[in-house]
């Protein structure tokens, strides 16, 4: 099992970023493969970046791809979310999720077993 913790989320304005951190403890061979998902009230939870240990792949939703940028520092155990462009319909909770195998279907919230407590970001426009 492994501790996921985030933070980093707020309320930005239309076209403002932030960067979310996902801080893993415990064992860590549970997650090679990490995910930042979301939820909005009344909406189903999307998986939007996910990661390799190694960061040699990456994998992002189309809602994100060219603002989102995933990222991971193996050495301080955490996984980041550049969020650069945010617009409203990304105002969401936020949460990493881990699980210790890759697998073809890189986005399915029931393969992840390990989740953190989650960050709001709220975009204004």
């Known amino acids: ?10 309320s930005v304005q239309a076209g403002g970023s932030l960067r979310l951190s996902c801080a893993v403890s415990g064992n860590t061979d549970s ?3 990490m995910v930042w998902f979301r939820q909005a009230p009344g909406k189903e939870r999307e998986g939007v ?3 390799y ?4 792949r990456k994998y992002y939703s189309v809602s994100v791809k060219g603002r989102f ?3 991971r ?4 155990n955490t ?23 890759y697998g073809l279907i890189w986005n ?18």
């Open 49 to 51: 970046a996910g990661i």
């Open 53 to 56: 240990r190694g960061g040699s």
């Open 69 to 71: 940028t995933i990222s």
């Open 108 to 125: 399915n919230p029931a393969d992840f077993g390990d989740w953190g407590q989650g960050t709001q970001v709220t975009v204004s426009s």
């Open 31 to 33: 997650s090679n493969f």
């Open 1 to 10: 099992q492994v501790q996921l913790v985030e933070s980093g989320g707020g």
């Open 79 to 101: 996984v980041y979310l550049q969020m650069n462009s945010l617009k409203p319909e990304d105002t969401a909770m936020y949460y990493c999720a881990a699980r210790p195998f």
């Open 73 to 76: 520092d193996t050495a301080k």
